[in-house]
């Protein structure tokens, strides 16, 4: 799923009591190519959380 702002959505989902993890960077060459988490949805299953970019819209 691609989201507009990573940190808000995180914040959002922590509020709902759902299962995340933390905010991580994907980095190559010392530059971040995006921002990224993990939920799980109510059966168990991770959706990666992806902060949109040029490279992810």
Do not use: C, Q
């Amino acid at each position: 799923m691609v989201v507009d702002d990573v940190d808000a959505e995180h914040r959002r989902l922590a509020a709902l009591s759902r299962t995340i993890t933390a905010i991580e960077s994907y980095v190559v060459g010392g530059k971040a190519l995006n921002r990224y988490f993990f939920v799980r949805d109510p059966d168990g299953f991770p959706i990666e959380v992806i902060e949109r970019n040029e490279r992810y819209r």
